[in-house]
């Protein structure tokens, strides 16, 4: 796969050797424009842009495309010829055992690959590579690059069928707009970026590196449209998740002064905003718990430590219950008398 470029499959358990033999010409033409291209940069003094880089490969091609043949062959005679040719130079176990070696390479590519797909995610994708490669699209546009993420994603495995067809419709519903007066559509991210008060505002900076390939923008568009949803995502569920306490937050009083936001030192001026948001709340609560469960194992360890060194701590003895009055017989206590008589 050329970098920057749409990757194109191949057929995996393919002997590259095999692909080395029949690929002559392209190694022709590369040869061919890496001359062209030094050239190019010393008569300009700056390296070839999209536009003087395909230029450089169709004069490339031009240069090393071998003449015509006079002699026409059929496809029976053509492939008769290439095996001959394979089995001379390779073995015929090489070449005999070519689909048995595919299929294997299948199954093993197929084992690491999850054959989950998201639609949301598969949505954005189609949605920003058509945009940045054309501009203004029809569904027929969509709908190839839908299969070629499907059939990129899921490494050639067959998928559920009609799952091309849910992508397009997810993409004209929620990230399409109407252009001009066909039915041609253009890409609208206010779902995304509710916020954009400029027509996409948010992918003009991916896309203003000129010197980069088209489809390497579009992947890098990709990339931050996949960053969005994710973050959606999140924040949806960080927002939904319960609480395990309340905090009570007192009401500050107008006397007191306001904290000041953080400045940097090196640069007078510059004020770092404090950093706000879900995020940071759920940070601080996860560092508060930390720290507490960090203190509540110290202070185990060390009533721990204290009783393993001074000992069981000595039990009271119990008091002394004094023994029970018995009265004697025939003798009676009354109130204002005492033993005797006497008063």
Not at 25 to 50: F, K, M, W
Not at 201 to 224: D, F, H, I, M
Request: glycine share 6%.
């Amino acid at each position: 796969m050329t970098p920057g470029r749409r990757p194109v499959m191949d057929i995996a358990g393919i002997d590259r050797r095999l692909i080395g033999w029949q690929s002559t010409r392209r190694q022709q033409i590369e040869d061919a424009l890496s001359v062209l291209t030094v050239r190019y940069e010393e008569r300009q003094g700056h390296e070839p842009g999209e536009r003087a880089a395909y230029a450089l490969a169709c004069q490339a091609a031009d240069q090393t495309r071998p003449p015509k043949r006079t002699e026409l062959l059929s496809l029976t005679e053509l492939r008769t010829r290439w095996r001959t040719s394979a089995i001379r130079v390779f073995g015929a176990c090489v070449v005999y055992r070519l689909a048995e070696r595919a299929r294997a390479a299948a199954a093993a590519v197929w084992a690491r690959v999850r054959p989950v797909v998201d639609l949301a995610l598969a949505a954005v994708d189609v949605v920003a590579v058509v945009y940045v490669m054309r501009g203004a699209f029809a569904r027929h546009h969509l709908l190839a690059e839908a299969r070629r993420h499907l059939s990129y994603a899921l490494r050639g495995r067959r998928h559920e069928p009609g799952l091309d067809e849910q992508i397009v419709q997810t993409v004209l519903n929620d990230y399409t707009r109407p252009v001009g007066r066909g039915r041609r559509v253009t890409a609208d991210l206010r779902a995304l970026y509710p916020y954009d008060t400029e027509d996409q505002a948010v992918l003009r900076p991916l896309t203003r590196k000129r010197t980069a390939p088209p489809y390497e923008r579009a992947r890098l568009a990709a990339g931050a449209l996949a960053a969005r949803v994710h973050a959606a995502r999140r924040a949806e569920r960080l927002g939904s998740r319960r609480r395990p306490y309340t905090v009570a937050v007192p009401a500050t009083s107008r006397s007191r002064p306001r904290p000041r936001p953080f400045r940097d030192g090196r640069k007078d001026g510059r004020v770092l905003e404090q950093e706000t948001g879900v995020d940071t709340v759920e940070r601080t609560r996860q560092t508060l718990e930390a720290a507490a469960a960090k203190l509540a194992a110290t202070l185990q360890e060390g009533r721990r430590a204290r009783g393993a060194a001074h000992g069981p701590r000595p039990q009271p003895a119990p008091a002394a219950v004094p023994p029970p009055h018995t009265q004697q017989s025939g003798t009676q206590h009354m109130p204002g008398r005492t033993i005797g008589g006497v008063t």
